[in-house]
């Protein structure tokens, strides 16, 4: 590591940091509608939100009569998002700024750094193929709680996805990490020998 001091982060941080924070934003502002014509009038199923929902804007229409939801905001859903986005971005911070302070080069890695890298990628890829199975499991919820309807990440452009999918692989190394530093320190050993 080098004597560069915690607050002042190199370019490459700011930069992803900046990149991930811009895709949480657009995953957030655009909107997921879903058509349902029946043939007394439509359904238009919007929402707001990622990884989950908070606001509704769904809609039903049969003649001139529309109906709207009585209470569109989930409070919890923002709360959500604004969890799941800070754990992106600070993951996404530490991630990068260990990986420019560390001793080798910035265009060159170790077997220790080879190793930890795919075993993100395959469970970031793992987490992003069964993103069904989650969506699943919040579906059998009580009808009420529909703050858990989301949408998947291929429902985004690729500008959007990539970052996302950049922001999880970091919050899933760090959180690994944690664990493992955890782990390390409550078997008594010294954090100067740490392998991570």
């Not at 009038?41 to 049969?62: E, F, K, N």
């Not at 075993?119 to 992003?128: C, G, M, P, Q």
Request: include cysteine; charge should be positive; aromatic fraction near 16%.
């Amino acid at each position: 590591m080098n004597d560069r001091p915690w607050y002042k982060p190199y370019v490459t941080t700011i930069l992803a940091v900046l990149i991930v924070a811009f895709a949480l934003f657009e995953a957030n502002r655009t909107v997921h509608i879903g058509f349902i014509a029946v043939s007394i009038g439509v359904t238009v199923d919007g929402s707001y939100g990622w990884p989950v929902m908070y606001y509704d804007a769904s809609y039903s229409q049969t003649g001139s009569e529309v109906i709207k939801p009585v209470h569109p905001w989930f409070p919890w859903g923002v709360a959500l998002d604004a969890c799941v986005a800070a754990a992106l971005l600070i993951g996404t911070t530490v991630v990068f700024e260990r990986w420019r302070r560390s001793r080798l080069r910035p265009w060159q890695f170790n077997l220790k750094s080879i190793l930890v890298l795919t075993t993100v990628v395959i469970v970031v890829w793992w987490l992003y193929e069964n993103q069904g199975l989650f969506l699943g499991w919040w579906n059998i919820l009580p009808s009420d709680v529909s703050l858990f309807r989301q949408a998947d990440l291929d429902s985004y452009s690729l500008y959007v996805r990539g970052p996302l999918l950049l922001g999880i692989g970091c919050a899933v190394y760090l959180s690994g990490w944690a664990i493992f530093r955890v782990a390390w320190l409550s078997l008594g050993r010294p954090t100067s020998r740490a392998p991570l």
